[in-house]
């Protein structure tokens, strides 16, 4: 019987597989495309080895030119996966293609069939390729890469990487491990006692930074509204008591955590643990300088969870409690502080040897900022025999103290226009390098005018590489963020430095036309979606603008280019750029951005210089500055309630009942042809940062436009707790123009903001307007005290950086926002938590200052009888305004 050749080898083979045989590719390309991995699978089977290599080489090549132009999903990076492993020779190779972030995988589906063609191939080294694949994990890597690659490793019994990144991915797979199974899922215990990774990921998850925001999750099982709560935590707890893991190492891991220190959000996972297991009296005994530590040093919570643990030791030693003591007795955490004293009463009780020196403890507790934390103290050392020294005040006022601020300084100059196209694409590089901000948008977009009108091509070669490599939030447009101008910048970019095709100008045209309208009654500047204000849709036309035409204009920069860091336009600087134009027309939106930044107070003079240009341009600027440029616009505080938008409005939920918000209209005999002048907040919605830091250079002169329009993402930081979203106010506080009610309502909302940085803004805002003189402080704690009745702001947040105001030099400004604040609530049917501080520190600054002022409501509450915390502190404010 004659042996069978290659010939009839590759004759007998499906047609797929002989194509693939005989030198044909575009099927197999077609199906990776297709998502269809079973049968690029079937299609490799039986290649030999020779053709696979050749087939590996054209595989790089058209994936790299598809990757240029395709998104990727996990059906085609499946494919793609199959097709890479039964091709390509080595794993370096494959986790160059596997690996890239832009390439998801359907993980263990993905695993199970990778691993069959390897094993038809006889591939070594899928170890290899796991571990390769693992160091490329990154931010945007899904729990199904991390799937794929366990997965690959459990077959080759190999141990787990053990990165920061693989250990968050490992986390998330043990929270869904079950995507598109039906029924009850299975318990977290159960997923994790047989887990071959377990040991290895259970010390790495004491080691992480900022894993335990992770390691609180809940595993919801009939409902969202019956979850199982700290599911993780909770399984450990489980299997610590079984023997799966040693309990020691749980609670000598979370210590070491707690010791090590982390954001708090993330350390209440080790808090919530180390409950769970109940710690005895001999394990914190036996802990118990770690306690200690934790007493003095934690973040409040942790120390309580300390405190609480210790107290449970009958046999402690007694100096190391009071060498504790010294320490928390000066925290700022009045919940500790008093349960401390609380503590050292009863030791003073049980050891009567050693009252005295007990109670010389206590009597530090005497100079606690906290009023009746200094009261207790005192009342304490005095029943144990020490009569505490009353704390050294200074001087006494002989008169009224106003604020000690620095006096404020003029806008600094705008930084140097870009110089070359080196320096230009370098700015490009930094804007596209990070999440989408602009915050240099304007030299960047000066600069490439003025380049790309005398080189472009230098231009185009110099952007084209730091456009390809650009961040990854920069790809397209974020549909669900109405403020997102990403991909109309990047396209701005791509615009420069060639001849624009017909298509690509007609866009550009069509983008002009959807933003400006001729007839007189429509507003130039037109608007569809509610949440988008005037000065963004500006921001947008002036883009779209020098996308259009950055190729066919011969410019010498932008007219709207800043003179100065707040965003103003020096009027001689733009009487000198429009002479540098001669007869050539300056783009409209350019020029109308430049007038919007001219100061108000520009004299005759300059009108007359830019009459005299004797071009349409040079009469606009003139007609403006006589006319005394855009006028304010008259406010009016509207209340907005929560709405539901269809069936399926998935941040009904999370938003506020009802918002104070702004309406802006023009005044009486002013058209307001671009609506600028014109916002009707329409719905409450989860808005997003986007590019609003850029609105107040947009609008310099105009505080109150940009604070109204600013509005709704300052009040998310307050009543629905995201972050970032009062960098805008120090920006704001750096422009000119009066605030009014949507200046206070914005400083009201970001006292109250949830998260430190944004209230540290809101303080930097305060300090910079209180020093100018320009801080409404009686509007802004109007607006705090109808906010804080409403509950719309929570005061507790609101102390902490009005503290930190009079503490830098501002007592009277905080005092006199205080004396507004308070009438509302002394008023209110329940008095809102937070208000015993408020009155401390009106009490603290209205000492201080040595002022004066009226507070409605205060003598009707420190009338009443009892001795309530809040009778207490009214009649101090009550006596000092009466000494005062």
């Not at 190779?93 to 998801?104: T, W």
């Not at 708090?264 to 770690?290: K, N, Q, V, W, Y």
């Not at 123009?737 to 006292?751: E, F, N, R, S």
């Amino acid at each position: 019987m004659r042996r069978p050749t290659q010939v009839d080898i590759i004759k007998s083979m499906p047609r797929r597989r002989r194509e693939l045989a005989e030198g044909g590719t575009s099927d197999l390309f077609d199906l990776v495309g297709n998502g269809s991995a079973e049968q690029v699978a079937e299609a490799l089977v039986g290649l030999p080895e020779p053709r696979r290599r050749e087939i590996g080489v054209e595989l790089t090549a058209w994936f790299k030119k598809r990757d240029k132009e395709t998104w990727w999903t996990s059906g085609p990076g499946t494919a793609l996966a199959v097709a890479v492993v039964g091709c390509l020779p080595t794993a370096a190779q494959a986790a160059a293609i596997i690996g890239r972030a832009s390439v998801p995988v359907d993980g263990t589906r993905a695993a199970r069939l990778v691993l069959a063609v390897a094993e038809e191939r006889g591939v070594t080294w899928l170890g290899d390729l796991a571990y390769r694949v693992a160091a490329r994990f990154g931010q945007r890597t899904w729990v199904d890469g991390w799937l794929f690659v366990a997965a690959l490793l459990q077959a080759e019994g190999s141990p787990p990487p053990t990165d920061d990144r693989s250990v968050q991915l490992w986390l998330s797979a043990v929270q869904f491990p079950d995507r598109g199974r039906r029924g009850a899922p299975t318990p977290v215990a159960d997923r994790i006692r047989d887990d071959p990774f377990l040991p290895a990921m259970l010390t790495r998850l004491f080691e992480v930074d900022g894993i335990g925001t992770q390691m609180m999750f809940d595993v919801h099982w009939k409902s969202w509204d019956e979850p199982k709560r700290h599911a993780l935590l909770t399984a450990l707890t489980q299997l610590a008591a079984e023997g799966v893991v040693d309990r020691a190492a749980l609670v000598d891991g979370a210590l070491g955590r707690l010791l090590r220190g982390d954001r708090p959000t993330a350390l209440r996972a080790f808090t919530t643990l180390l409950g769970l297991l109940a710690l005895s009296t001999a394990e914190i005994a036996a802990r118990a300088t770690d306690h200690l530590r934790l007493l003095t040093d934690a973040p409040a919570p942790v120390a309580t969870m300390a405190q609480k643990a210790l107290r449970q030791v009958p046999d402690l030693e007694l100096e190391s409690v009071l060498d504790a003591s010294r320490q928390v007795l000066t925290r700022p955490d009045k919940a500790l502080v008093r349960t401390q004293l609380t503590w050292l009463d009863k030791l003073a009780r049980q050891h009567p040897d050693r009252a005295t020196e007990i109670a010389e403890v206590i009597a530090l507790g005497a100079e606690h900022p906290a009023v009746e934390l200094r009261d207790r103290a005192t009342a304490l050392a005095t029943r144990h025999g020490v009569a505490p020294v009353p704390p050294d005040l200074g001087a006494a006022v002989t008169g009224p103290r106003g604020d000690d601020l620095p006096a404020p300084t003029p806008p600094a100059p705008a930084p140097e226009p870009i110089t070359d196209v080196d320096e230009l694409a370098e700015e490009v590089a930094a804007l596209l390098g990070t999440r989408y901000e602009g915050a240099s948008l304007e030299r960047i977009l000066d600069g490439l005018v003025r380049f790309t009108a005398t080189d472009a091509v230098k231009v185009r070669t110099a952007l084209d590489p730091v456009i390809e490599r650009r961040h990854w939030s920069w790809a397209n447009e974020h549909q669900y963020d109405p403020l997102c101008l990403c991909q109309v910048l990047v396209d701005v970019f791509t615009s420069a430095g060639v001849d624009q095709p017909t298509q690509p100008r007609s866009r550009w045209q069509a983008l002009l036309a959807a933003v400006r309208r001729s007839e007189p009654s429509t507003p130039e500047l037109v608007g569809t979606n509610p949440r988008v204000p005037p000065v963004h849709r500006l921001l947008r036309a002036r883009l779209v603008e020098i996308g259009a035409h950055v190729t066919d204009r011969g410019d010498t920069g932008l007219l709207s280019l800043p003179t100065s860091a707040n965003g103003t336009v020096d009027p001689l600087a733009l009487v000198e750029r429009l002479a540098a134009l001669g007869g050539r027309t300056p783009g409209h939106w350019d020029l109308t951005q430049a007038l919007l930044r001219l100061p108000t107070d520009a004299d005759e003079a300059v009108a007359g210089k830019a009459a005299a240009l004797g071009t349409p341009a040079g009469d606009r600027l003139a007609a403006w500055l006589r006319d005394g440029g855009l006028p304010q616009p008259v406010m009016r505080q509207s209340t907005l309630r929560r709405k539901r938008k269809g069936q399926y409005n998935w941040d009904h939920p999370y938003m506020p009942p009802e918002r104070l918000l702004v309406e802006l209209s023009p005044p009486d005999g002013h058209a307001d042809p671009d609506g600028l002048l014109t916002l009707h907040p329409s719905s409450i919605g989860v808005e997003h940062t986007g590019w609003v830091n850029l609105w107040p250079s947009l609008l310099p002169g105009h505080r109150g436009v940009v604070a109204a329009s600013v509005l709704p993402l300052v009040a998310n930081t307050a009543d629905i707790d995201q972050r970032d979203g009062t960098a805008v106010l120090p920006l704001l506080a750096e422009t000119t123009g009066p605030g009014g009610i949507a200046l206070d309502l914005a400083m009201a909302y970001g006292l109250g903001a949830r998260h430190a940085p944004d209230r540290v803004a809101t303080l930097d805002a305060l300090l910079t307007l209180a020093a100018a003189d320009q801080l409404d402080a009686g509007g802004t704690g109007t607006a705090l005290g109808t906010l804080a009745t409403g509950e719309r702001v929570k005061l507790s947040r609101v102390v902490e950086p009005l503290r930190d105001a009079a503490q830098a030099g501002a007592p009277l400004t905080v005092w006199r926002l205080l004396a507004a604040t308070l009438p509302a609530l002394l008023s209110a049917p329940t008095t809102p938590r937070g208000t015993i501080d408020m009155l401390t520190l009106a009490t603290e600054t209205a000492t201080t200052t040595g002022v004066r002022l009226d507070v409605p409501g205060l003598a009707e509450v420190a009338a009443r009888g009892g001795s309530s915390r809040l009778v207490t502190e009214a009649r101090r404010l009550h006596q000092a305004l009466q000494i005062g």
